[in-house]
């Protein structure tokens, strides 16, 4: 008795996890909804094609009674037996159906014998077998009253339509009984390949799960909406392996880049607690530690705020304002620094250019720049601060939109191919500039504000020196006219 008790749970556990499928959930909704859309277009022609039967039969009868009516009135019961009897000689399908009956209800003409009992109203439609001379057949009738208590019954008889109808409903519904199995093989069918693709996700992320990165969803080729998702899925896991690399690279980066300072800010402590003989060296040890340490905390705020800002949650600063002013303001910083250091400053700004985004920040990608390129620069070299506007494809509405092209020109030691592709990695020095001060997070927080303002960053070899150019999108609204670009020197 425990055993039946045991397996009814069981199997009913097992058929509510079908219907839990999505999968055949999916099917089940198909094959519904393609069964009731044929089973209504099915039911459609079935009622057009009856009731066009029913309404010729109906529109028959009622021509043929008003033309009886006229012959009544013209010539009496005489004339109107005359007709019938013509009209049955030449009825060559045997479907006509008169009777003709005086006050007393006798027989006056027609091929029926005698007024159906059934019949007690006039002008009524009646559906009922019918007896004839030799046979009883189905007849759609209808009665008539007639002056001087005649009654007129006018028919015809059904029997081969009902037989046409009854072909036409055994055809539509042995054609619902395929259109099912159809619906059945087509549910099957989208439950096949609803699950080949969620199994091919959930093998994909099982796999990615359990450490397997390089595991991909399989595209067809055939460019279909399958393929679609396949490619999708590959280009984020795609995305998501080149972050977990860059988290990696990151780390490890930062343990090399962190190590240092902080290892020499407590080497210096230490020797100046065991070995300082007076105020002043241990004064100078601790400067000297507060230094590294000033230098440690600087890479973490760089690091919080590319965090920041590579999240998006800044763009709710971005306005609509005059760019020019903005950089004129870092220009008039770094023309002092590039002096100090022996440099020529060289700016081409047009008067006005509206720009969107935040001021703040876009600052600070210039000022990185600027510091960089007066940071690599020998004496006596020519740093270049350049803005202009380029037009780009023509959008659907006909305009043309626009877009700021800033560049920094330097004559320095510049970077080769390889460094310049790796230029905005976080922590990244190219080889020449391993014994400058720096911890290679400059040009990452550029590329990040850049594409935060939906630019670019590229850099191309000046021969010698490095350019830097900043591509951005500008405003469609332009609130604040363009001129021609000025050049300023220093």
Known sequence: MSKPAAFAPASRQSG???????????????????????????????WGTVGLLEHRVEQAITTDSRALFNIWSEGGPTGLTMIIDDRLEQDIDDNALYLLVNKDNKWVAGNLAEWPRQITINDHWFTMPVKRSYTEDMAKVRAYALPNGYRLLIGRDISGRTLLRKIVTDTLLWACVMV?????????LVRRLFRHVIHSISRTTQAITHGDMSRRMPVQGSDDE????????????????????????????????LRTPITRARTQLEDAALHAKNEDELRAAIEQAVGNLDNVTSICEALLRIAQIESGARRSAFVL???IPALQDV???????????????????????PFFGDRAMFQQAVANLLDNAI????????????????????????????????SVTDEGIGMSEADMARASE?????????????????????????????G????????????????????????VPLAQPRAAHS
């Open 226 to 257: 399958l393929d679609e998702i396949a490619i999708t899925i590959n280009e984020m896991l795609e995305r998501i392996s080149r972050l977990m690399d860059g988290v990696r690279q990151v780390s490890n980066a930062i343990a090399h880049d």
């Open 16 to 46: 509510l996890l079908g219907l839990r499928s999505v999968s055949l959930r999916f099917a089940l909704v198909y094959g519904t909804l393609f069964v009731c859309s044929a089973v209504l277009f099915l039911s459609f022609i079935w």
């Open 375 to 406: 940071k690599f620069s020998p004496p006596h070299g020519t740093i270049t601060l350049s803005a202009e506007v380029l037009s780009t494809a023509r959008r659907t509405d006909g305009s043309r939109g626009k877009r700021l092209r800033l």
């Open 426 to 454: 976080r922590f990244f020095r190219a080889e020449q500039a391993r014994n400058t001060p720096g911890s290679g997070l400059g040009l990452s927080l550029v590329q990040a504000i850049v594409q935060l303002h939906d």
């Open 321 to 323: 304002f005059d760019l």
């Open 331 to 353: 220009c008039e910083l770094y023309e002092a620094v590039a002096e100090e250091h022996g440099l020529n400053f060289v700016q081409h700004l047009p008067d006005h250019l």
């Open 180 to 188: 099912t199995l159809l619906a059945i093989g087509g549910g099957w």
């Open 456 to 479: 670019t960053l590229q850099l191309a070899s000046n021969t010698p020196g490095l350019i830097t150019r900043i591509e951005i999108p500008l405003p469609d609204a332009e609130t």
